[in-house]
């Protein structure tokens, strides 16, 4: 038996299907009905509220937010995701009532809606994240900015223009004929949303649950009609008289570019709700029902189908809301029903509450609006701007969204993103240094044709027959460029002297598939006085990859299971051990001449910083423990080198408890060397999908095997016990369930395993002190995915590209 072999398990219920427990008596969880009056008590106010701020009759607020709960509910790719009238939306749709009327504003909503559902069809959802999120926040800013201006002039007591220029040179002469009651009602409003969430003690915590939007209106309805003070409140006409959609009246050019602007606004609005809903729904602690990732195209059609009926009822342009949506999630809803039945009280409320709701002053729910708007400006998103040195986008797309439009605002936040990432590709820095009499030539940015004519003034400027590095500070190199420095190098070291490339942030992408192949062209970095040095690149096993792929196998090895076609497969045992020498013979040949390339290529690269490490001994900063599996490199997934991993592996990951039968003190040794001796400051314990030895453990008889391995296995029987205690929460991947039994176990091995290192002596005297962390890691071979376990212990979160996880995930267990 293999030690990790893949298994062949078949799931014992498809993934969809009904709970084992059978079927609910009722469709409704009691979390979803909870969740939907949450997000209901939210969706009341801040309706009628942008409903204001935009112009439109405030029943057309009521009207989006049922027609956002009940149609994109059901529809939508986002089950959590709640829909309605969106303060994103506010700016544009005032817009168009203050050109077009309101009759026309609905027909221009309804063909919105009918461009998002061509959208959805040509399955072009994915293509809207494509936006630099600079331009998105810096559009979100813009409208934040204009809705607080806007709504400022109706806190105040006064009424606004369309303009938000207009409203800031008329502010003096509003702050001049203040209307006390209309501003004492807005301070209380606002008074009561900053401090709702603030109430200290566990009576706070209690009253918290009460959403503040919802505490700040009813407040400040009920103090007006106390004192009885005299000011505007919300007017809704019977419904008989409800405005439904017209025909679009108007040029045709103006027209094209109103929906066009609808549309963007409502879908790119409602794709980075839904994207976000995802990370929330993730990142949730706890055992949850499963939930499934967006689809976006159908959420894009979902969207489409809910502004076509918002429009033609009357209603305001809808969109995914990020405040409802948050709410939801945290509530516990579990599925699309209580963003439905959050439509239906809507619908009852619009239908019999309302002399209650014709009691809001108007001057509070403009400071509901208002604060909303000001929340829009985050500092959150400004910081992140600035530290990718994208602020530049940032501010020109607010500003062109605050004075001249939105959708002229994004096109020029477009313009600038796209001049500055030119501008970047674009601009090389080379430099020619000597020192001590070898040459460094450094080359900072992308390296393209446009920079080939300063390379190869740069570089004919080092004298023949000298040693010369050449820096390679940058992620691209094209054809042209490869060859400027391939020809240079040639012609360098034909007359004598010695050429290095490296690059000091790691290899180079380059349109020439022959640089990842060589390390002496591409060149991984050079190793400096405590840095990795760069590794031999790892041995994939399976299949070659598909004839698209741009590079080389990583190593001859690629093809070591097919030796032996099964067509000729030995027909006598003593055809099959002449077969297994040859293939042994093989096998041994490979392993020749892998090592001498590295003895060619890669020892002349790494040597000086492993006499470094000889001279000076080990000093990793972490206990890297996993499986012995030949599919985990370990110095692959975390791209590591000598000296920065002391690595312990073994059948299963597993860490024997101290003092346990058949005990083993080979890993317990291991870890005492790596805490007390090397002073490492992380233990990270990895298992990994498809793991042999965990297959065993499922599949065996009790007792076990009398067998070495056998023996062995008994230290992974407190994970099996584990798994079997539904007591204790079962430890799950951010997202999606286990794929079946063995990954179930795979998890839960991690999570054992950890508490096993805690009960070493020394693992506990180091934790105690603060001096060490543990980790819980879980790679998926076939996605060449790694999962790190939260603090909660239970969720493992995928680990992005760019290296970050949430942040709760970042914290050791």
Known sequence: ?????????????PPHGPPPGGRRRFPVASADLSASVAVFLIALPLSL???????????????????????????????????????????????????????????????????????GCLRVARGALAVSPAVVHGMLAGIGITIAVAQL??????????????????????LAHLQPAAVSMSVLTLALLLAWPRLPGRTGQVLRRVPAALVAVAGATGTAALTGLALPRVDLPSWRSHALAGLPEGPAPGLAAAVLTTTLVCSVQSLLGAVAVDKLVAARPGPVPRVGRSDLDRELLGQGAANMVSGALGGLPVAGVAVRSTANVKSGAVSRNSTMLHGVLVVVAALLMVPALEEIPLASLAALVMAVGIQMVSLHHIRTVTRHREVLVYAATTLGVVLLGVLQGVLLGIAVAVALALRRLTRTRITHEDKEGVHHVRIRGQLTFLAVPRLSRSLHLVPQGTHVVVELDGSFMDHAAYESLQDWRTSHTAHGGTAQLTGRRGGIRTAEPTLTAEPTTTTGPTPAAGQAPPTEPATPTGPPPPARCRCRPWTPWRNHRSCLPEA?????????????????????RELARGIGSFQRNTAPLVRAELARLAREGQRPAQLFLTCADSRLVTSMITASGPGDLFVVRNVGNLVPAPGEEYGDDSVAAAVEYAVDVLKVRSITVCGHSGCGAMQALLTAEPGGAATPLGRWLRHGLPSLERLADERRARPRLAGRAPADAVEQLCLTNVVQQLEHLRAHAPVARALAAGELELHGMYFHVGEAQAYLLGRTGTVFADVRGDGSAAEELRSPV
């Open 49 to 119: 509220g942008i409903a204001l701020a935009t112009g439109a009759p405030l029943q057309a607020g009521l009207v989006a937010a049922a027609v956002g709960g009940l149609v994109a509910g059901r529809l939508g790719g986002c089950p959590l995701q709640v829909s309605g009238p969106a303060a994103g939306l506010t700016v544009v749709t005032a817009d168009l009532i203050h050109r077009y009327g309101w009759r026309t504003t609905c027909g221009i909503t309804v063909l919105a809606g009918l461009a998002q559902l061509g959208l």
């Open 568 to 588: 000729a497969a030995p027909a006598s045992q003593d055809a099959a051990r002449e077969a297994g020498g040859a293939t042994g013979r093989e096998a041994g």
């Open 153 to 174: 002039h109706i806190v105040l007591g006064g009424t606004p223009d369309s303009s938000v220029l207009a409203n800031l040179r008329a502010l003096p002469a509003q």
């Open 1 to 13: 038996m293999s030690a990790c072999a893949p298994p062949h398990t078949q799931h014992p219920h």
